[in-house]
Each structure stands twice: as C-alpha cells, then as structure tokens.
C-alpha cells in the first residue's frame, strides 16, 4: 500500500565507504526525486529524473550518483561518505514533470556517518 | 533565486486555538504552492495544493490561502487539537521546475 517506500530507513556507516539507498514508487508518477534534509531540517533539492532520464542536478558532489532503471524506480548512490553526508534523505515522485503537480514523499532514510 | 520564509518558526497554543501559519516568498513567478505536514522521525505528508490560479484551498479544518503577486500564503488551522503539533512545511514550485520549502514552523498544541 505504500505510495513512495525508501530502504534503508536508517543507515550508520563509517567515512569513506559507499552506500545506496533504494526507492520505489507504485503511484505510476512519471517523474521522481531526491531531496536532502539537514541537521537544521531544511529541505533542498538533489535530483529530479523524468521517464529515467534526469533533468534537475542541483550542485550535489559527484559522489552522489542517482540511477534510475525504470520510472517506478530511484536509487542513490554515495561514494567514499563523508561526515557532512550525514542527514535524512526523501525519495519523492510526481505526476508531471516540471513539478506543476502534486508531490508525494516517502518516509525517509536517516544516514549518519562516523 | 526563489526563497521561502516561514513565520513564526515555532508556535505554541492551548487546544481549541484557530491559528495561522505563514509563508511568504520572494519571486511570484511559480506554478504552485503546496502545504506539508512532517512528524518527528516521519517524511512528508502533503496537506494541500494551490495551483497559480486559485485563491485558496480547504480541507476538513485546513484553509490555505494564496496571494501570488504580494508572494504569500496563509495555512490556517481551526480549533486546534493536541494531534496537530507537528513541523508545517510551505513549498513552491518555480518556473525551474523545483520545489524549493522553506524552513517550517514547529506547532505544538497543548491539551
């Protein structure tokens, strides 16, 4: 029943390892996204993927890598993590591109890296 | 480049308060602007959605007002239970195809 479902929901890992974190969405949206939310709870954009294909990339180090194998689909990836990674990251999807609808957010994975 | 501000940051009233919630932001070139709700530990839950068009909009006891060119809106709750308190998110969707938030005011409501 789950709109928008993350996994891990919590990771701890150490600096310098890589790490993915998986989401899937069964609402047939065609656009999907990751925001970042910080210490301070303040929500920003990473990454926007419509129909797999990514169309926002904020200024987000290149060890994030988002992939996405079909549109239901978003993954991020996290090379060689740092301690400033460390925040709680939503998976969201959409009906349309361009944001101009309706946006739904899983519940969040919460990394913390030592 | 769009910012959102949300007054106050923190709100504490007794139960059975009406309150409002503000948001204002500062390039009313947007396509619309959606009101969240975020538990502690939780993600978002999506309370309502005005389009650039519309005025307003109202769900049970939730009303959100929109004034595109003065760049605000208006989360109003009525008789607020303890079930309430929760951190409100105002967001907009801009013409660059993002949703940018802003930083959220913590309710609490008080039995």
């Known amino acids: 029943d789950t709109a928008v479902s993350q996994t891990p929901k919590y990771l701890v890992t150490q600096m310098g390892n890589d790490k993915s974190i998986k989401c899937e969405q069964n609402?047939?949206?065609?656009?999907m996204y990751w925001y970042k939310q910080d210490s301070k709870k303040f929500l920003k954009i990473m990454f926007s993927?419509?129909?797999?294909?990514?169309?926002i990339n904020e200024t987000v180090p290149n060890r994030f890598s988002p992939k996405s194998p079909d549109k239901a689909h978003l993954n991020l990836h996290i090379n060689s993590l740092e301690l400033g990674d460390s925040a709680v990251y939503f998976c969201?999807?959409?009906?349309?591109?361009?944001?101009?609808?309706?946006?739904?957010f899983g519940e969040g994975s919460r990394l913390t890296v030592l | 480049k769009q910012e959102v501000t949300q007054i106050p940051a923190a709100l504490s009233v007794p139960e059975g308060e009406n309150l409002v919630l503000n948001c204002s932001f500062t390039?009313?070139?947007?396509?619309?602007l959606q009101w969240f709700r975020q538990d502690p530990g939780k993600g978002l839950t999506s309370l309502l959605l005005?389009?650039?068009?519309?005025r307003e909009q109202t769900s049970g006891r939730l009303n959100a007002s929109l004034d595109k060119s003065s760049g605000r809106s208006t989360l109003y709750i009525a008789a607020s239970q303890p079930g309430d308190s929760a951190t409100y998110l105002c967001?907009?969707?801009?013409?660059?195809?993002?949703?940018?938030f802003g930083q959220g005011t913590e309710l609490s409501v008080k039995p």
């Open positions: 969201a999807s959409g009906r349309q591109a361009l944001n101009t609808g309706e946006l739904f």
């Open positions: 609402l047939g949206h065609d656009t």
């Open positions: 993927y419509n129909n797999k294909e990514l169309i």
């Open positions: 390039d009313s070139a947007i396509y619309n």
């Open positions: 005005i389009q650039s068009s519309q």
């Open positions: 967001a907009v969707y801009n013409q660059g195809g993002k949703l940018i």
